[in-house]
């Protein structure tokens, strides 16, 4: 079973900085594309940022410039590095992989459980 287990969330002050991980589980052959989604709040979940296995990465524009998103191929993991937060950054933030290979088996999309995010003003 393909799992996603996020961490590194949690409060933080304005201007300040978290490193949120993403590590995926079960016998994973390949992931084309990882990424991260948040949903604040009475809002719609939205796109992060994402990274295929080998092309540009690409990111929503309201965090270009603070944010970067990272990946290790060989772990199956995931980073985002979250500097000079803003208390509008302060969501539920979910790990994605698209596009997953496990034991012969094609997974669409995963998504972890999320990790809460609390920027104060």
Known sequence: QVQLVESGGGLVQSGGSLRLSCAASGSISSINTMGWYRQAPGKQRE????????GTTNYADSVKGRFTISRDN????????MNSLK????????????????????????WGQ????????
Do not use: F
């Open 87 to 110: 208390p509008e950054d302060t969501a539920v933030y979910y790990c994605n992989a698209e596009g997953v290979h496990s034991r012969g088996i094609y997974y669409p999309r995963k």
């Open 74 to 81: 060989a772990k199956n993991t995931v980073h985002l590095q």
């Open 114 to 121: 999320g990790t809460q995010v609390t920027v104060s003003s």
């Open 47 to 54: 796109l992060v940022a994402t990274i295929p296995s080998g």
